[in-house]
């Protein structure tokens, strides 16, 4: 698998050094409380603790479609599914020498899973809201944000909004998502920024304008 590969290559510190190798054995004085692991999962989970490239592959490889599938089935979008299990896959290796589980293998990857999933929904919902709420704001870009729209104009349409966001200045950029974003009170964009709440309204309208002038290039 090319991404297993890809992960595997992440330059994880520590796995060698003292701490680490404390950590591990911390992890495995735990194995005697593991009664609901099979003893093939706790084998394996030895193995990856350790640092075992093989038994992590083997890991990648046993469950890496299903769990895709069941991503899937949330996102509705299967490149977003994979990345949402591979970076699953990347949490697992980089924590491996810490890893504390009590249930099968398989369970705890669904579990992650799904826990991964609601929150890339719920991520989705607020990033339609803040198209929405930009859309409101900024004259003249709700025609180019058009609702409803498909899953692919959506993407789109949105992509263009974040590289706009994300080209602002910090304090612009901060000023804006918290406006609009995650719906503050001008005061309390003031007090969190460290100014006034008149310079908060001036932040965010000049970030509105910034926005208008790059979507409009």
Excluded at 24 to 53: C, F, H, K, W, Y
Excluded at 64 to 70: N, Q
Excluded at 105 to 131: E, F, G, M, P
Excluded at 195 to 205: D, E, G, M, R, Y
Aim: charged share 25%; glycine share 4%; aromatic share 8%.
């Amino acid at each position: 698998m090319t991404l297993v590969a890809f992960w595997l290559a992440l330059p994880f510190q520590g796995s060698g050094d003292g701490s680490a190798k404390r950590a591990r054995d911390r992890a495995r004085s735990t194995s005697a409380m593991q009664t609901n692991i099979p003893a093939a999962d706790l084998a394996l989970l030895e193995r990856i603790r350790a640092g075992d490239v093989p038994a992590f592959e083997s890991l990648f490889t046993m469950h890496w479609t299903s769990l895709c599938t069941v991503a899937a089935l949330y996102t509705h979008d299967m490149a977003e599914a994979e990345e949402i299990v591979a970076t699953i896959f990347a949490d697992m290796w980089e924590r491996r020498a810490t890893l504390q589980i009590t249930v099968k293998l398989r369970t705890y990857l669904h579990a992650a899973v799904k826990h991964r999933t609601v929150n890339w929904r719920r991520d989705q919902s607020r990033r339609n809201t803040l198209i929405q709420r930009a859309a409101d704001e900024v004259p003249g870009m709700g025609e180019r944000v058009p609702t409803p729209v498909t899953e692919v104009e959506q993407r789109e349409s949105f992509a263009r909004v974040v590289q706009s966001i994300n080209a602002l200045p910090d304090r612009y950029r901060l000023a804006f998502v918290y406006r609009w974003n995650d719906g503050w009170e001008y005061a309390d964009i003031a007090a969190a920024l460290g100014i006034s709440v008149n310079a908060a309204q001036t932040l965010v309208s000049r970030a509105i304008k910034m926005i208008r002038a790059r979507l409009g290039e």
